[in-house]
């Protein structure tokens, strides 16, 4: 007959010794055992044990204030810390900063990855995530005070390529969190609003010989749990704690939200207007980035917005957007709630969302700036007195397509009118986001240059892109801005300056930008075009509306001027995903398609797309009617 591992918080903490190594789950308000961290701090205060401590974490796990684990920031208590993020937990960084810690900061994504290294017995872990940037050993190897000494990451030559060697460690004591357990300590998460790392925390401190705390909202009868549900295995774990209630929210400020957790879907609610200042446009600029059918994922802060603009805009349900706690879909939450989403599609495991973001799966990365450099580099992790973390930010920007930064010019009284189509700067902010060289390199510009990553940097007055031969490009500026006062002379470093375009008026008025319409009725001649190497035509249909025999002629009119100067026959490859075809439409559509074939493409040399199956049913019946031949593949991979 097995033992109940049911125990309190008080009892389950008395394990951890001295000079342990205490690894947490948990992400800004989201899974972490307050009651338990209560608990460790408890005990410090009333027996001044243990001490020594090294404390590891990916995501930072406070509040900004005395949760989570802030508990944890005494000196004495804490020897050594190993973090993804330090900016909501301000008494551990304060210990940084006044060097009485040693204090090290790592990318949330390779911790992950870590975590599952050591989980597998390996020594540590292979990765070119953070190449170039401060957590790379020929610039700080992530030590960020004085106090850091040791090298925990190790330069490698791999096949002409660069790779960091973080090593591995043992991990004593890990502290996870859950829904419901029962007797044997099996884990489920229900009612949790992500699953975030607990099953590869788990894993890695039972591979250490450790002891597992995991602490959960209520106990199950033995038996009694689906075993499709259970996250983590009783094996796994030594210690069940049942907390109290205001010890276990799903955030720091909701108890439960069953839309949170997917529970329930629920109508998506009129959004409520964002003020039009700096910062809403910005977002809007942002917005104009995203395309349709994109994997999108936004930042804490600032990059919220571009969430909220899309809702309001009504476009959510043309990209998808992701959260690095594993979220898909769904609309992102903000305030202590971001990291969740509300109506999601799936939710990943934390290290297999890094998997996909480390693999290059997303299209686009919205992220916030602290400073940016004459180089192109951003900094998001430390400057001045100030110990943020780099949190997500490396893994995000080093495979993602495109990179765009948002931030205000300057900070520190920035005042300004917006209205009318216009931006009019009153009074300038005291400090520039600006300047000839960053602090701390969080994002580097010669590696995503190297990567040939499209980068561009976002502000209410201009917008840059990175350069392919260095620095940084005036690219555009807001109405009413003169450029050399408003933007030349505000900034340490010359900018190169081309072709520079006026930002969008629109984004300057109180109302709508119209972005649904921008996304999805691109002027077909942007659509089209013809690579003379291959002899292939390339048709983007994708998201296309066709509503009437009218929008047919100005598509067939626009194909007919790009085909018919080349004077032979060509191949052709149109995508047809989110394409809608009117009924007052097919006929019209399927003579023009007719028409094209037979005057412009090679024989069988035509492949067309869709991933609607409807689409593909319906455009290979009508083409049959009319004696067009070709593939109709279900992707865009021609082995299909």
Known sequence: MSVSKIVSADDAVSVISARDVVAFSGWGGHGVAEGVLSAIERRFLETTTPTDLTLVWAGGQGDGAGRGLNHLGHEGLVQRTIGGHYGLVPTIARLAIEEKIEAYNLPEGVLLHLYRAIASGAPGLLSTVGVGTFVDPRIEGGKDNASATDDIVELSQRDDETWLFYRGFPIDVAIIRGTTADPQGNLTTEREAVNLEILQLAMAARASGGYVICQVERVADSGSLDSRDVRVPGILVDAVVIAHADEHQQTWDIPYDAAMSGEVRIPMRSVEDLPLDARTVIARRASLELAADDVVNIGLGLPELVGRVAAQEGVQDLVTFSVDTGVVGGVPMSGFGFGASVNREAILDHSSAFDFIDGGGLNTVFLGVAECDAHGNVNVSRFGDRLAGCGGAINLTQRTHQVVFMTPFSSGGLDLEVGDGTLTILEEGRFSKFVQAVGQITFSAEVARERNQAVLYITERCVFKLCPDGGLELIEVAPGIDVDEHVLSQLPFAPTIGDVATMSPELFHNANIGLRHRMLDLRITDRLSFDAPTNTVFMDYSGLHVRSPEDVDEILEAVDSL??????????????????????????????????????????????????????????????????????????????
């Open 563 to 640: 085909l018919r100067p080349l004077g032979h026959r060509v191949r052709g490859v149109i995508n047809y995903d989110r394409f809608r075809l009117d009924e007052s439409a097919v006929d019209a559509w399927a003579d023009a398609v007719r028409f094209v074939q037979g005057t412009y493409y090679e024989e069988g040399g035509v492949t067309r797309h869709s991933t609607n199956a409807f689409m593909r049913l319906k455009l290979r019946r009508e083409l049959a009617k009319r004696d067009v031949s070709g593939p109709m593949l279900s992707s865009m991979d021609t082995n299909d």
